[in-house]
């Protein structure tokens, strides 16, 4: 798998350099509006996280099929918006899961070189540089080659495994059910740690930079600077983007409104 990416690393030299800078520039201002502020705007990020979510679905499933991923991502994002909080816990679960399979694929991701598609070995070896159009249908083609990849590693890893990852998710499912906001706040701010992340890449690649060998080269520093960057985003989210509780009238004063609507029924109903 890293093998793929690293490949995708050298293509990028022939990409579209607009196509990387504004996907890069959208992914890292969009990463820190949801690392430092994702709970305070909870539909927005259902909503745009349902977007991704759905369009991943609809590439698994349709394949290069750009209609049905487009007509998945909308149809998640209304979902996402609808049932807002049960979507959040979800989206913690399934992140939770993405990266307990990166930590327990580990050797697979690591010595598994993958197959590269000859179109994709032809994108490398092209002398001049790809126009948007072409820029996109690459990227496409990595993106589905390294779905492929992972069902690949998927079936190879033991029953363990994947019984592990089952049971993380769970244990978030349970935890979004009594700790809500604590678990949106995790949610947001990993979702927004990967968005950097994705962000900086992209702008590298297009300076010519190899981030993804860089990366893969030194993977403890990296995971800790991740994972320090997730705790800072769900502390200060818990601190600072609390929802204002909704206020609630004193009893004694409902109680008045309530005689006193009913002292008004009655004399009503006295004079006619």
């Known amino acids: 798998m890293l ?11 022939h990409l579209d350099a607009t196509v990387l800078v504004v996907s890069g520039l959208v992914a ?9 502020g994702g709970t305070a705007f909870r539909r927005l990020l259902t909503t745009v996280a349902g977007a991704i979510v759905g369009c991943i679905f609809g590439l698994l499933i349709a394949g290069k099929n750009i209609t049905s991923a487009l007509a998945s991502a909308g149809l998640a994002a209304v979902l996402a918006a609808v049932l807002e909080k049960l979507f959040i816990t979800m989206l913690a679960a399934l992140l939770a ?12 991701i690591q010595e598994n070189p993958g197959t590269i598609p000859t179109d994709l070995q032809n994108a490398q070896n092209n002398a001049g540089t790809l ?12 993106v589905t080659t390294l779905f492929a990849q992972i069902r690949n590693i998927s079936s190879q890893m033991t ?22 906001n604590l678990i949106a706040a995790l949610a947001a701010a990993t979702l927004g740690t990967i968005l950097v992340f994705a962000g900086i890449v992209l702008l590298l690649l297009y300076k010519g930079a190899e981030p993804i060998s860089q990366i893969s080269s030194q993977q403890t520093f990296y995971a800790t600077v991740f994972a320090a960057m997730t705790a800072f985003g769900t502390v200060e989210q818990l601190l600072v983007c609390r929802r204002p509780a909704k206020k609630k009238a004193p009893a004694a004063k409902n109680e008045a409104n309530n005689q006193k609507i009913a002292e008004e029924t009655t004399h009503n109903w006295r004079s006619t």
């Open 28 to 36: 890292f201002l969009l990463g820190l509006v949801v690392w430092l």
């Open 131 to 142: 126009n948007p159009g072409q820029t996109i249908q690459v990227v496409k083609e990595y």
């Open 159 to 180: 029953t363990f495994k994947p019984a592990v990852i089952a049971g993380i998710v769970a244990a978030v499912l349970i935890m979004g059910f009594f700790f809500g």
């Open 97 to 108: 899961a993405v990266i307990g399979f990166a930590v327990l694929a580990r050797p697979y």
């Open 3 to 13: 093998y793929i990416l690293r490949h995708f690393e050298k293509t990028a030299v």
